[in-house]
Nanobody
Framework: QVQLVESGGGLVQTGGSLRLSCAVS????????MAWYRQAPGKTRELVAR????????NYADSVKGRFTISGDNAKSTVYLQMNSLKPEDTAVYYC?????????WGQGTQVTVSS
């Protein structure tokens, strides 16, 4: 059963923007937080941004602060990642992540490629 469905990746030029979306299955209840991770070729997966349910507190990797914004729409059970001023080093597979009831859920990943 697919529980996280990502969309919005693609190819963009340096300085461009993309918005990633992650639709969270309504079968996942009591979400503690939602996050976006990324993994570039030959590198480990890293946290990009996270938003805590309820408080709405956010935190970001230093490399994306001021350029990326994470947000959530509870009514649509969707989490977004707005990415502006994209750089070639942002190229990676981006994964949606949800932590709920002591369990992690992962999306299938969406490719983001930034050309120089």
């Amino acid at each position: 059963q697919v529980q996280l469905v990502e969309s919005g990746g693609g190819l963009v030029q340096t300085g461009g923007s993309l918005r990633l979306s992650c639709a969270v299955s309504r079968t996942i209840l009591s979400i503690n937080y939602m996050a976006w991770y990324r993994q570039a070729p030959g590198k480990t997966r890293e946290l990009v941004a996270r938003i805590t349910s309820g408080s709405g507190n956010t935190n970001y990797a230093d490399s994306v602060k001021g350029r990326f914004t994470i947000s959530g729409d509870n009514a649509k059970s969707t989490v977004y990642l707005q990415m502006n001023s994209l750089k070639p080093e942002d190229t990676a597979v981006y994964y949606c992540n949800v932590f709920s009831n002591f369990r992690y859920y992962w999306g299938q990943g969406t490719q983001v490629t930034v050309s120089s």
